[in-house]
């Protein structure tokens, strides 16, 4: 049997029958077909996991030197290589060779900071044993957690779940990476590339194939979880893993907004926002999907976001601003959304219900949505832009504020950009630029509400994938020691006297 990502199945004759399925993975341009992967069962998903548990103790083994070095040795690679896999993201995808380049840089600058910070951030550290435990020393220490199965989206096929699993290798774990059936060739070639750096054991394999293959994952008894993808499977994800109590991260969408004050410099923030809503067709979770722009400014701006945006062409050759829509299914959210929007007297500044052509869409930018339109509260993820007056930049967090997504945010103001960034129920914020926080590889990166929690990235990126250990060592004995059968009433009234000393004012 063999089918075709998120198309259709097509049976095999008996005279072609596989032993093992397989499906294609599909250029969405062109459809044509590029590559054919099989369908890993829970079988070989058990299989998978069994060996990378072997694999985990040997990679820990390594130390952080050891594993910072054959992390080290894959970034090179990635690097050296970066045109042949930004050519397999491009096939999968459909984006411009550009856009896969420009993500790679970015992975590649994640993968340095994961391995150079781990040690830092994790190994034992001293803590202070505080006021009745003076007399032990206390360390703690971030240990890895096994095996961390990694379930990853399509849209942005390597930065996306490498926030994950360069973050789970540099703490010391072995990874399951179950790519999203669009993208599978993607998978494949990271963790054949990461076996050319470490031969010896199956420290990062790649399971592939539906749905199916992810919801095995989480029944595999890994000993995490990081999922990245719509939050309608982030729940079906959470409650898979429930069974077992396995520990999940969640990395969902969102519907984010930009605000843009009356002190803003309009060409950047209206620059900001079509970058934001359009680049990568729309298909980017931190893509701005909301502008609310202050009254005093509104028209200027408008002025300029529509001159920016009817410019764009989407296209399959490589100077194409944009690419297609990957899943050719959220072509109908996409058009349904602006649908809606525009049969509920909502006005079109740029496109309109005819620039859906799959499997390309051109750009549209709304005004006057009703708030309770799909295309104001859900996620369109397509090059689609609403923008809405607001009476003042508080006007602007109080309408941003009031979605159940919480992932990113814009502000474009010149006094008050940290201020406002402040107010914002989201997890990470750019001012006066656009998406820049993914790219700071030390900070956190995650959400809220629907948008999931947890984080990728940074420190706590880091974190996420270790169990922290904590230790006392006693250092020497005192005669005040309430933990034994053997204490007088002595004992409690000096440590209350000691505590109402020290900790009573
Ligand atoms: P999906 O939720 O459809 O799929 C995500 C992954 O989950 C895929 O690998 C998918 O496999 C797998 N999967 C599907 N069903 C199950 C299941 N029952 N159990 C376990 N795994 C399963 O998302 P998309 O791939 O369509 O990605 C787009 C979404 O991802 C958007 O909502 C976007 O906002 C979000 N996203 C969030 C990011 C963040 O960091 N917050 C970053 C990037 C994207 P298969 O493909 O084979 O169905």
Not at 175 to 191: D, H, I, R, Y
Not at 264 to 274: F, H, K, Q, T
């Amino acid at each position: 049997m063999t089918r075709t990502a998120r198309g259709s199945v097509e049976t095999s004759t008996e005279a072609d029958v596989d032993p093992q399925p397989t499906f294609e993975s599909l250029d969405p341009r062109t459809g044509e077909v590029v590559g054919r992967h099989p369908i890993h069962d829970a079988h070989a998903v058990g299989e998978a996991v069994t060996g990378a548990r072997k694999a985990q103790q040997w990679w820990a083994d390594l130390g952080y030197a050891g594993r910072k070095q054959r992390l080290d040795a894959w970034r090179k690679l990635l690097l050296r290589r970066l045109d042949e896999l930004a050519q397999v993201m491009c096939a999968e995808t459909g984006k411009p060779l550009d856009d896969a380049r420009l993500e790679l840089v970015l992975v590649i600058d994640h993968l340095h900071w994961a391995a150079g910070n781990s040690e830092k951030v994790l190994r034992r550290r001293k803590v202070s044993p505080g006021l009745l435990m003076m007399n032990q020393a206390a360390t703690v220490e971030y240990l890895p957690l096994g095996v961390i199965g990694v379930i990853g989206p399509w849209n942005y096929p390597a930065f996306t779940p490498m926030g994950s699993i360069a973050y789970a290798l540099a703490a010391g774990n072995a990874v399951v990476f179950k790519p999203s059936e669009l993208t599978p060739g993607v998978g494949e070639w990271l963790a054949r590339t990461f076996a050319e750096v470490v031969p010896e054991q199956p420290v990062f394999t790649v399971v592939t194939g539906f749905g199916e293959t992810g919801a095995a994952l989480c029944a595999s008894g890994v000993d995490k979880v990081a999922f990245t993808g719509s939050t309608a499977t982030g729940k079906r994800v959470m409650a898979a893993c429930a069974e077992n109590l396995t520990p999940v991260l969640v990395e969902c969408g969102g519907k984010d907004a930009l605000i843009v004050d009356s002190d803003a410099d309009l060409p950047a923030a209206a620059e900001a926002a079509v970058w934001g809503a359009m680049s990568n067709a729309g298909q980017t979770c931190i893509g701005v999907e909301r502008v609310y722009v202050v009254d005093a400014v509104a028209d200027r701006f408008l002025e300029l976001v529509t001159e920016r945006a009817s410019k764009l062409r989407p296209g399959g050759e490589p100077k194409a601003h944009f690419g297609p829509i990957t899943m050719s299914s959220q072509v109908d959210v996409i058009r349904s959304h602006v649908d809606e929007a525009l049969d509920r007297g909502a006005r079109a500044l740029v496109g309109g219900s005819h620039s859906v052509r799959p499997p390309f869409v051109e750009p549209v930018v709304l005004t006057d949505v009703p708030p309770d339109a799909a295309a104001a509260t859900e996620e369109t993820f397509g090059p689609t832009l609403v923008v809405e007056r607001v009476r003042s930049a508080e006007e602007g967090i109080e309408r941003a504020n009031d979605s159940r997504y919480g992932l990113g945010a814009t502000v474009f103001s010149r006094s008050r950009g940290t201020e406002l960034a402040r107010r914002l129920r989201v997890g990470m914020v750019a001012v006066n630029s656009v998406i820049a926080f993914a790219a700071v590889p030390a900070l956190p990166f995650g959400g809220v509400g629907d948008s999931g929690f947890g984080r990728i990235h940074g420190e706590d990126g880091l974190r996420e994938f270790a169990r922290p250990q904590s230790v006392t060592r006693l250092k020497y004995r005192i005669p005040i020691n309430p933990m034994t059968f053997g204490r007088s009433n002595r004992t409690v009234r000096r440590l209350i006297r000691l505590v109402k000393t020290f900790r009573g004012r």
